[in-house]
């Protein structure tokens, strides 16, 4: 479990840093604000690369890439919004010792929930108002929905008392990285033989998975924490291998690698479009002596109040920005680089191409 750590303290980092240089109007080029590690961020993405042969960007594809491989390894490694939860979880079972994590009534059932975001979204509705992990790093700013944050607010609160309820229940790319797992060679596997029945592993899973009485586990919620292995007593009896147990993977850090490693593989492969594309009109399109260097832009103004406020047609507008016509005039500035493709769109760039 403490192999998990660096890359989670990191991922959290990292993100914080290039949400907040975006959101003051600026961009540190390697400090990024990677779409991908928003849940709906990569849903959206992998939905549109699939229903409109879109363009799959390299973070949403080596998540992928690694959950066929080694299972939802991105959920227990490197999501930011699973690893918050999990660090107040951690604080909620010294505070409640046993009475922390008890079995929920209906937790099975509950866990059907996380396919409603992707259902939403082949609804064409946007969930922009339950996207908690927007919430979580961009609830400093006037641009998250209320209703996000007190969702937000319900989720940290309820880790204090049940390991990760986000992840558990209502994670819409946990469930697609959930189900693509139950194909993965490397999984979590119980030597029968050498097992003596303690049901330590199914008492230590934090998603109550009955570990103890599966050959491999190939339960949906399983993130591959490894606290099951932790805990078994036998050595080798649970242990994290391909088929028939060979190839076992022993150590946390060289898993944590391997994880690393499978993330960033396509970002060095023409297997999709790196999240550094800039959009097809740059500066440069700008038309000949277009002053607007005083125009105080802020993140919270929408394309038309832009557009007023430089005294320019709204279509002219888009066209500068690189942005297609008929684009939602109405969004706010700061939420352009959520939307999928435009993910460059930012509040600097908006600023650099007005000047």
């Known amino acids: 479990v403490k192999a998990r750590l660096p890359l989670q303290l990191a991922v959290v980092v990292i993100l914080l840093a290039g949400v907040t240089t975006r959101n003051l109007g600026f961009t540190v080029p390697w400090i990024p604000e990677i779409q991908g590690l928003c849940p709906f961020g990569a849903m959206r993405n992998v939905m549109d690369a699939l229903l409109q042969r879109g363009i799959l960007y390299w973070l949403p594809a080596g998540v992928l890439l690694a959950t066929v491989i080694l ?16 660090w107040i979880g951690g604080l909620g079972k010294r505070v409640l010792g046993k009475r922390y994590n ?24 946007t969930p922009d108002a339950i996207n908690i992990s927007y919430a ?25 008392f049940i390991e990760r309820p986000w992840c558990r229940w209502l994670c819409p790319w946990g469930a697609v990285q959930g189900t693509i797992s139950k194909i993965s060679p490397w999984t979590i596997r119980r030597n029968k ?16 998975i009955a570990v103890a009485t599966q050959p491999a586990v190939r339960d949906s919620r399983c993130n591959r924490c490894e606290r099951c292995i932790e805990a078994c007593p036998v050595k080798g009896a649970l242990q994290w291998a391909g088929p028939a147990g060979r190839m076992p ?14 993330i960033l593989l396509p970002a060095l492969a023409p297997l999709s479009t790196a999240a550094t594309d800039v959009p097809t009109n740059t500066p440069a399109d700008a038309p000949a002596g277009a002053e607007r260097s005083e125009l105080a ?20 507008l888009l066209l500068m920005l690189g942005l297609p016509e008929g684009f939602d005039l109405e969004l706010m500035l700061i939420d352009i680089e959520d939307e999928p493709g435009f993910q460059e769109v930012t509040v600097g760039y908006i600023r650099q191409v007005m000047e």
Do not use: Y
Not at 79 to 85: F, I, R
């Open 71 to 86: 299972g939802p390894v991105f959920c227990g490694r490197a999501c930011p919004l699973g690893s918050v939860q999990e």
């Open 102 to 125: 008890r079995r929920v009534p209906g937790d099975r059932a509950l866990r059907w929930l996380r396919w409603l975001v992707p259902l939403l979204l082949l609804a064409s509705i």
């Open 136 to 160: 979580l790093f961009h609830g400093w700013t006037a641009a998250v929905p209320v209703t996000a944050l007190v969702l937000l607010a319900v989720v940290l609160v309820a880790s204090f």
């Open 193 to 208: 033989e050498t097992c003596i029945s303690c049901t330590k592993c199914t008492r230590a899973c934090p998603f109550h």
């Open 249 to 262: 993977l022993r150590r946390g850090t060289a898993i944590t690698a391997a994880t690393i490693a499978l």
């Open 297 to 316: 832009i802020t993140p919270m103004m929408t394309l038309t109040e832009l557009a007023g406020a430089a005294a320019m047609d709204p279509q002219e």
